[in-house]
C-alpha cells in the first residue's frame, strides 16, 4: 500500500515560517491534501489539490508539490496554528484507497 | 450551513456488532461522495471506506475490508458503517467526512465531531 511519510514534530516561533514535508513515492503525481487537527476536535481542510485554499483558510498557508515531497507552508506563524498537521491522497493504483500521512505535530514557541 | 452528526458509538465485547450513523444536513447529501475516518486514541488520522454519491461504488481500507460494510439512504439523507467481527484494534473515534465531489477521488472538506467506540471484553 502507498505510504505518506511526515516529520513527527515542527517548533516554531511566532511570526516565522513552518514547512511541513510529505514524502510519498511520485507523490508530484497526486493531488494532495492537508487538514489541520486541533485537541479533541474534528480536522479541518486547509490546503486541498496541491495549493489550493477552501474559503475562510488565511493566505498564510499555501501548499507546493513536486517530485517525491509535498509540502505544506505556514507563514507568519500564530499561536492559534498549533495543531496536528495530515496530508491525505487517493491510491488509485491499489482498488482506490484513501492514505493518510502519519502526521506533523507543530509547536508555536 | 454543512452538518454532519455521527450517532451508534460505545463499548461493545470483540466478535460482536455495531452500525455507526451519520445524518447529513445543509447540502444535497445525494450528490456526494461520503467517507469513514477513524483515530485510535492518541494515533493519527485513519481512511476507513468511501461510498460514491449514488452508493454504486465502494472503497475501503485493507484493515477493514471484509468486516465493514458502508452504505448510504438518500432519501434520510443518512451515512451508515456496519461494523462486524470487531477487534480490539477498530477502537477509536469515527468520523464522517463529506466528498468535495460525488465520486471517490475527492478531498474531505467538512467532517462530523465523531463518534467513539471502544471494543472491549
Known amino acids: 500500500s502507498y505510504v505518506l511519510t511526515q516529520s513527527p514534530a515542527v517548533s516554531v516561533a511566532p511570526g516565522k515560517t513552518a514547512k511541513i514535508t510529505c514524502g510519498g513515492n511520485?507523490?508530484?503525481?497526486?493531488?494532495v491534501h492537508w487538514y489541520q487537527q486541533k485537541p479533541g476536535q474534528a480536522p479541518v481542510l486547509v490546503v486541498y489539490d496541491d495549493s489550493d485554499r477552501p474559503s475562510g483558510i488565511p493566505e498564510r498557508f499555501s501548499g507546493s508539490n513536486s517530485g517525491n515531497t509535498a509540502t505544506l507552508t505556514i507563514s507568519r506563524v500564530e499561536a492559534g496554528d498549533e495543531a496536528d498537521y495530515y496530508c491525505q491522497v487517493w491510491d488509485s493504483r491499489s482498488d482506490h484507497q484513501g492514505v493518510f500521512g502519519t502526521g506533523t505535530k507543530v509547536t508555536v514557541l | 450551513q454543512v452538518q454532519l452528526v455521527e450517532s451508534g458509538g460505545g463499548v461493545v465485547q470483540p466478535g460482536r456488532s455495531l452500525r455507526l450513523s451519520c445524518t447529513a444536513s445543509g447540502f444535497t447529501f445525494s450528490n456526494y461522495g461520503m467517507n469513514w475516518v477513524r483515530q485510535a486514541p492518541g494515533k493519527g488520522l485513519e481512511w476507513v471506506a468511501v461510498i460514491w454519491y449514488d452508493g454504486t461504488n465502494e472503497n475501503y481500507d485493507d484493515s477493514v475490508k471484509g468486516r465493514f460494510t458502508i452504505s448510504r439512504d438518500n432519501s434520510k439523507n443518512t451515512l451508515y458503517l456496519q461494523m462486524n467481527s470487531l477487534r480490539d484494534d477498530d477502537t477509536a473515534v469515527y468520523f464522517c467526512?463529506?466528498?468535495?465531489?460525488?465520486?471517490?477521488?475527492?478531498?474531505?472538506?467538512?467532517w462530523g465531531q465523531g463518534t467513539l467506540l471502544t471494543v472491549s471484553s
Open positions: 467526512a463529506k466528498g468535495s465531489g460525488g465520486s471517490g477521488f475527492s478531498y474531505f472538506d467538512h
Open positions: 511520485n507523490i508530484g503525481n497526486k493531488g
